[in-house]
T-cell receptor, first 111, second 115 residues
Framework: KQEVTQIPAALSVPEGENLVLNCSFT??????LQWFRQDPGKGLTSLLL?????REQTSGRLNASLDKSSGRSTLYIAASQPGDSATYLC??????????FGTGTRLQVTL | NAGVMQNPRHLVRRRGQEARLRCSPM?????VYWYRQLPEEGLKFMVY????????ESGMPKERFSAEFPKEGPSILRIQQVVRGDSAAYFC?????????????FGPGTRLTVT
């Protein structure tokens, strides 16, 4: 059974800092890995998708890496802004096509 | 191209009533997934459907819950005889025909409150 873990559970940083969110998964037989953002009481916004054959993806200030063999992914956020405050979710797609989500990292970027 | 649409966005039901949640996938998408997010918990997979077929319902509670995706019209998640523990946010996602390799796109969710 796939299990996805995210650390830290919560993170508070001052504006302008670069930060790294971590995600680990127990079963390396995945099709892809997605990073999402969820604002309180809102839906999910897809940030980045990494196919199992890829090592990383970049979008603006975001960079996600994938090491499938070790079961790890990181989301790097450069020059953080207060608007980045949200919960960040990592999810993997396995052979059954369904997404297995991590527990999330709650990020607070302070002025 | 409209995104995944879910309605209603908020639904209040009394214990024992039925709840029907609707999901219209993105245009061209033929795969629909339902996920549930209980208060202060992560999202959990419930069911995966293609048109007129349930592919994987391993995450569905054994009783009171059912899902369908008819040939025409939206996918429906139906909860009979709701209980307070059913209060949660229910999210629908869709993906193109080549499921497994493609991104899942999420709707805004339906927040169900059982009183």
């Amino acid at each position: 059974k796939q299990e996805v873990t995210q650390i830290p559970a919560a993170l508070s940083v001052p504006e302008g800092e670069n930060l790294v969110l971590n995600c680990s998964f127990t079963d390396s037989a995945i099709y892809n890995l997605q990073w999402f953002r969820q604002d309180p009481g809102k839906g999910l916004t897809s940030l980045l998708l990494i196919q199992s054959s890829q090592r990383e993806q970049t979008s603006g200030r975001l960079n996600a890496s994938l090491d499938k063999s070790s079961g790890r992914s990181t989301l790097y956020i450069a020059a953080s802004q207060p608007g980045d405050s949200a919960t960040y979710l990592c999810a993997v797609t396995g052979t059954a096509s369904k997404l297995t989500f991590g527990t999330g990292t709650r990020l607070q970027v302070t002025l | 191209n409209a995104g995944v649409m879910q309605n209603p966005r908020h639904l209040v039901r009394r214990r024992g009533q039925e709840a029907r949640l609707r999901c219209s996938p993105m245009k061209g998408h033929s795969h629909v997934y339902w996920y549930r997010q209980l208060p202060e918990e992560g999202l959990k997979f419930m069911v995966y459907l293609q048109k007129e077929n349930i592919i994987d319902e391993s995450g569905m509670p054994k009783e009171r819950f059912s899902a369908e995706f008819p040939k025409e019209g939206p996918s429906i998640l139906r909860i009979q005889q709701v209980v307070r523990g059913d209060s949660a946010a229910y999210f629908c996602a869709s993906s193109p025909p080549m499921a497994g390799s493609y991104e899942q796109y999420f709707g805004p969710g339906t927040r169900l409150t059982v009183t």
